[in-house]
């Protein structure tokens, strides 16, 4: 099950981005209530949206594809999407498929 946990609206300021934690599986089962749950949050969302995968412990295709189309609707928004703290399969899909240049990864500074 994917949990996710945003960072509270205007505690930071609005040039703050806005954090999303994402954790468990996304996958077929977890993917319909990602996707409705993120496009809320861009809603919501600062400039810039982050995606913490931290705690994601497996990621299928319909994972990725919400991914893809959450940072397509937000470019429409002008809101940019990144990616956080990605464990190491994730990165590796990632680069596998090449979603690495398109859904850009921020260095995790923890």
């Known amino acids: 099950m ?6 509270p609206p205007g505690v ?3 040039s703050a981005p806005t954090t999303v934690h994402l954790s468990g599986e996304i996958d077929i089962f977890s993917s319909g209530a990602l996707r ?3 496009l809320n949050t861009l809603d919501h969302s600062t400039s810039l949206l982050i995606l913490d995968l931290s705690e ?3 990621c299928d295709a319909s994972g990725l594809a ?10 429409v928004q002008g809101i940019t999407v990144m990616l956080t703290a990605p464990r190491p399969f994730l990165s590796r899909l990632l680069h596998i498929t090449g979603l690495g240049r398109s859904l850009p990864v921020l260095e995790d500074n923890r």
């Open 66 to 75: 919400v991914m893809i189309g959450v940072q397509h609707r937000a470019r």
């Open 36 to 38: 409705e749950q993120l």
């Open 12 to 14: 930071a300021g609005p």
């Open 56 to 58: 994601v412990t497996f």
């Open 2 to 7: 994917t949990v996710i946990d945003t960072s």
